[in-house]
T-cell receptor, first 111, second 114 residues
Framework: KQEVTQIPAALSVPEGENLVLNCSFT??????LQWFRQDPGKGLTSLLL?????REQTSGRLNASLDKSSGRSTLYIAASQPGDSATYLC??????????FGKGTKLTVNP | SAVISQKPSRDICQRGTSLTIQCQVD?????MFWYRQQPGQSLTLIAT?????????ESGFVIDKFPISRPNLTFSTLTVSNMSPEDSSIYLC???????????FGPGTRLTVL
């Protein structure tokens, strides 16, 4: 059974800092990995999708990496802004279309 | 990507009643999913809804409690039946794109059961 762990559970940083969010998983037989953002009381916004054959994906100030052999993914946020404050969720897709989610990292960027 | 809407956005219900949540997508999709997010927790898949067939439920979720309809390729409903306070959660629908199986989520329905 796939288990997804996100560390840290919460992170507070000053504006402008570069930061890394971590996601680890137990079963390396994945189809893809997706990072989401969730604002309080809202739905999920897809940030980046990494196929199992890929090592990383970039979108603007965001860069996500995937290392299946070690069961790890990271989400790098450059030059953080207060608007980046949200909960970031990592989710893995195995053989079916089902996503298995981590519990998320709650990020606060202080002005 | 896909644009997904849900109705209602939130509701407060009495114990023992039922609520039907609607999910509408702006394009035809094969796979639709219903998730639950309990307070302070991450998302858990309730069921997968395919058009023209019965929904497939995950362990711990049953059709009598969470009946699902999928009448066409752009619409689905989830009913939360005989509600109890433990059903208080955010309920989200999502769809998967055909090409990369990237999933997109609706804004969610925040349900409070008194």
């Amino acid at each position: 059974k796939q288990e997804v762990t996100q560390i840290p559970a919460a992170l507070s940083v000053p504006e402008g800092e570069n930061l890394v969010l971590n996601c680890s998983f137990t079963d390396s037989a994945i189809y893809n990995l997706q990072w989401f953002r969730q604002d309080p009381g809202k739905g999920l916004t897809s940030l980046l999708l990494i196929q199992s054959s890929q090592r990383e994906q970039t979108s603007g100030r965001l860069n996500a990496s995937l290392d299946k052999s070690s069961g790890r993914s990271t989400l790098y946020i450059a030059a953080s802004q207060p608007g980046d404050s949200a909960t970031y969720l990592c989710a893995l897709q195995g053989g079916s279309e089902k996503l298995v989610f981590g519990k998320g990292t709650k990020l606060t960027v202080n002005p | 990507s896909a644009v997904i809407s849900q109705k209602p956005s939130r509701d407060i219900c009495q114990r023992g009643t039922s609520l039907t949540i609607q999910c509408q997508v702006d394009s035809q999709v094969t796979m639709m999913f219903w998730y639950r997010q309990q307070p302070g927790q991450s998302l858990t898949l309730i069921a997968t809804a395919n058009q023209g067939s019965e929904a497939t439920y995950e362990s711990g979720f049953v059709i009598d409690k969470f009946p699902i309809s999928r009448p066409n390729l752009t619409f689905s409903t989830l009913t939360v039946s005989n509600m109890s306070p433990e059903d208080s959660s955010i309920y989200l629908c999502s769809v998967a794109t055909v090409s990369y199986n990237e999933q997109f989520f609706g804004p969610g329905t925040r349900l409070t059961v008194l």
